[in-house]
């Protein structure tokens, strides 16, 4: 009998474990909006265009404020403005 607990135990932790991988893979995949739901985006004046990772610590961020962008150097313990207030550019007509 005691062979039978100790499979039950196994069997109860796998189970366990996968329903929090389950759950850390819907989180992963879905994000917040899941939980939170998601906000309509058209009258926000902020948002991030781009992220690159330049090494562990620091990334670039390309930031959008208004018609506006901003290029950001982001680290640890400092934030460093790299290009300020570049516009862009108007879009072309087409002949």
């Known amino acids: 009998m005691e062979a ?4 039950r135990a196994v069997l109860a ?6 329903l929090i991988g389950g ?3 819907a989180a992963r995949r879905f994000g917040p909006a ?5 906000r309509p985006k058209r009258d926000r004046n902020l948002g ?6 330049i090494d562990a610590r620091h990334r670039l961020v390309l ?3 208004g018609e506006r962008k901003h290029l950001l150097l982001i680290g640890p313990n400092h934030s460093l403005v790299v ?3 570049a516009v862009a550019p108007p879009p072309e007509a087409a002949p």
């Open 4 to 7: 039978m607990e100790l499979f």
């Open 13 to 18: 932790l796998v189970l366990v474990l996968g």
């Open 23 to 25: 759950a850390a893979w």
């Open 34 to 38: 899941l939980w939170f739901g998601s």
């Open 48 to 53: 991030v265009l781009e992220t690159l990772p």
């Open 63 to 65: 930031v959008r404020h």
């Open 83 to 85: 290009e300020d207030g």
